[in-house]
């Protein structure tokens, strides 16, 4: 049996994404080769051509992850997870995204083909959750009378998924936002 054929009867013959029933094919999810079904999902013209988009969207057409982001199969799993991703300013899908369930090995290859946001610090040095930095700058706490002072070391920072100039830790016991500008490594 072809891998087309494989994956056509895996698909039962519909759109792995959206369920359409119109002109199928294989896309390849990357950066797996597509040597088997198993890194390959059948999808539709709509769908292979919104994949491999970086922007603009149709939002309401990726609805459908709705009902494919539950798909036992770990690549479908992947490419929902993907879009999910991609259409993060929209309430639905960031509640979706985190409701997905996925093995430890499918998350790890989906987030290798997710843009990652990098952090790094005032010296140019990646930034890692966990990391130690230290404050080059007096920092007024908004909302507090706290001023974290130039030198003090903040451990076990958390970085925001969303944003490359913010990461999070605790000065004098408050949680604080902190510029990725205002410390270094």
Do not use: F
């Not at 709509?46 to 036992?72: F, G, I, P, Q, Y």
């Amino acid at each position: 049996m072809s891998i087309s054929t494989n994956l056509r009867n895996r698909c039962d013959s519909k759109c792995e994404l959206c369920s359409a029933e119109n002109e199928l094919q294989a896309y390849n999810v990357p950066p797996k080769t597509g040597e088997t079904e198993d890194e390959q999902v059948a999808v539709c013209h709509k769908c292979a051509t919104e994949v491999e988009k970086t922007s603009d969207w149709d939002v309401n057409h990726w609805r459908c992850l709705n009902d494919s982001a539950w798909n036992a199969t770990p690549a479908v799993q992947v490419v929902a997870y993907r879009m999910l991703q991609h259409l993060n300013d929209e309430g639905w899908a960031q509640d979706l995204k985190e409701m997905m369930y996925m093995e430890d090995a499918t998350r790890e290859w989906a987030e290798l083909g997710v843009n990652k946001v990098v952090h790094v610090d005032s010296n140019g040095n990646i930034l890692q959750n966990g990391d130690t930095v230290t404050l080059i700058k007096d920092l007024n706490v908004k909302g507090s009378s706290l001023v974290a002072k130039r030198g003090t070391a903040v451990r076990r920072i958390r970085l925001d998924p969303n944003n490359a100039n913010y990461i999070e830790g605790k000065v004098d016991g408050q949680h604080i936002v902190i510029l990725t500008q205002y410390v270094k490594k």
